[in-house]
């Protein structure tokens, strides 16, 4: 609702080409929403996805985000879980960048061994104390109730990503006040490769 009251505005003030950029952004970001129902999307078009939606976004804070996204070549067409990076991208901004009040950066990043693929993102936001990242923590790991609102996003992803990879995998958060945050997807190489596999044989 936001982005389309945003749409208006523009509209309004007759910023016709970034009207075009945000529609365009917006229907690519709807598109890989829906992937025809498929609950894993390649990598590519996970990021694809982030990236949408951090385009979107920035014509809401121009004046306070900037982004950078890092993720191999390489690693393009693995396929992930659909909305594994989106989460933690908007975490970032509304409980990092926002409430640092000043302009932030997000980086979105990838790894890859022969055994693992890491996918990070972190910010130069308002942090987190040691007590709040110690709620987050225990709540990821369910030893505790979510305890505050920022929690509710990495718990979801972690939880999605230990059911189907197993409990050996997941996120990992680090964080520090007035410094920022560090939010780090632990996937597995081969079970990624199967479920590729997988998914070519119900295409056909």
Same mark, same amino acid.
């Given at each position: 609702?936001?982005? =389309?009251?945003?749409? &208006?505005?523009?509209? !309004?003030?007759?910023?016709?080409? $970034?009207?075009?950029?945000?529609?365009?952004?917006?229907?690519?970001?709807?598109?890989?929403?829906?992937?025809?129902? /498929?609950?894993?999307?390649? =990598?590519?078009?996970? $990021?694809?996805?982030?990236?949408?939606?951090?385009?979107?976004?920035?014509?809401?804070?121009?004046?306070?985000? !900037?982004?950078?996204?890092?993720?191999?070549? !390489?690693?393009?067409?693995?396929?992930?879980?659909?909305?594994?990076?989106?989460?933690?991208? $908007?975490?970032?901004?509304?409980?990092?960048? /926002?409430?640092?009040?000043?302009?932030?950066?997000?980086?979105?990043?990838?790894?890859? +061994?022969?055994?693992?693929?890491?996918?990070?993102?972190?910010?130069?936001?308002?942090?987190?104390?040691?007590? &709040?990242?110690?709620?987050?923590?225990?709540?990821?790991?369910?030893?505790?109730?979510?305890?505050?609102?920022?929690?509710?996003?990495?718990? +979801?992803?972690?939880?999605?990503?230990?059911?189907?990879?197993?409990?050996?995998?997941?996120?990992?958060?680090?964080? !520090?006040?007035?410094?920022?945050?560090?939010?780090?997807?632990?996937?597995?190489?081969?079970? =990624?490769?199967?479920?590729?596999?997988?998914?070519?044989?119900?295409?056909?």
């Amino acid at each position: 609702y936001n982005t =389309l009251d945003t749409i &208006t505005w523009m509209a !309004e003030d007759g910023q016709s080409e $970034e009207v075009v950029e945000l529609v365009s952004a917006l229907s690519q970001f709807f598109r890989v929403s829906l992937s025809k129902g /498929k609950d894993y999307i390649t =990598l590519k078009e996970e $990021e694809s996805h982030i990236k949408s939606y951090l385009q979107i976004q920035q014509f809401r804070y121009a004046d306070i985000l !900037e982004y950078e996204i890092n993720i191999p070549q !390489e690693l393009s067409e693995f396929p992930v879980l659909k909305l594994t990076l989106q989460p933690l991208v $908007e975490n970032a901004i509304y409980h990092g960048i /926002k409430q640092k009040r000043e302009k932030g950066k997000i980086i979105v990043e990838g790894q890859y +061994n022969n055994q693992s693929i890491l996918l990070k993102v972190k910010d130069n936001g308002i942090g987190m104390t040691e007590e &709040t990242l110690d709620q987050i923590k225990r709540s990821i790991n369910k030893e505790g109730p979510v305890a505050v609102d920022a929690g509710f996003g990495l718990v +979801n992803v972690n939880e999605r990503i230990r059911l189907n990879y197993g409990k050996e995998y997941g996120i990992r958060i680090e964080s !520090e006040y007035n410094v920022g945050t560090t939010v780090t997807v632990h996937l597995p190489m081969n079970l =990624l490769e199967k479920h590729l596999r997988e998914d070519e044989l119900n295409v056909i």
